[in-house]
């Protein structure tokens, strides 16, 4: 069966959650705690030298990394229900709004990222979580909002009635801003299509706070 190196509350995780329980895909979890920096362990290293969760490991023993790469990946191994929709301008979109999330705001906040502006610039919990984490919440969102907009082509989800990657992407964004305590009223289509996501039984399934490792 296949193995996921997961943390609850990692986004990145739980957009592999999301992914194996849309696809209906047995797994087993392996969780690494973060909090603990078993993510810098000897072992897991070995296994992902990048240090990050998640990794998925198949029955062959081949490890995956990098969240995005890997769901696209399971959508070609495991095509139906699918995550990508078919049409390379289609195609095209739900990159583009994966990658939006997945490369211009994710990586800004990411613990290595929030702890190092504490520890190595000297930046209190106010500077880091009121300042830093909020601006870049709101430029990134803002940005996406434009971009559904501009596009024309978002519904229930971001890709009219198909729930794809980018839905994947936005829903653990969107509960991290959450947490964060972000003000989310400037988003008004991306919450509608957070809401239609967060109904699911793949999301409801693959939710931090449901996880066995969740403290
Ligand atoms: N681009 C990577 C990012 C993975 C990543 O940053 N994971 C975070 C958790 S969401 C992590 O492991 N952080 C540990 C650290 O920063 O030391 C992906 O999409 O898989």
Known sequence: ???????????????????????????????????????RAADYLALNPQ???PSLVDDAGHVFTQSMAMIEYLDERYPTPSLMPG??????????????IGCEIHPLNNVRVLKYLK???????QK????WYAHWIAEGLTGFEQFLAAQGQSGRFCL?????????????????????????????????????CAV??????????GQADAI
Do not use: H
């Open 160 to 196: 009219g009635n198909q729930f794809t990657m980018a839905d994947v992407c936005l829903v653990p964004q969107i509960q991290n801003a959450k947490r964060f305590k972000c003000d989310l009223t400037a988003y008004p289509r991306t919450m509608a299509i957070y809401e239609n």
């Open 51 to 53: 240090g990050l969760v």
């Open 1 to 39: 069966m296949m193995q996921l190196y997961t943390f609850f509350r990692s986004s990145t995780s739980f957009r592999l959650r999301i992914a194996l329980a849309w696809k209906g895909l047995p797994y087993e979890s392996q969780y690494v705690s973060l909090p603990k920096m078993e993510q």
């Open 200 to 209: 699911l039984d793949a999301v409801k399934a693959a939710d931090p706070a």
């Open 87 to 100: 049409g390379i301008e289609y195609k095209w979109y739900v990159r583009a709004a994966s990658q939006i």
């Open 128 to 131: 880091i979580n009121g300042e």
């Open 119 to 125: 520890n190595a610039c000297g930046l209190d919990d």
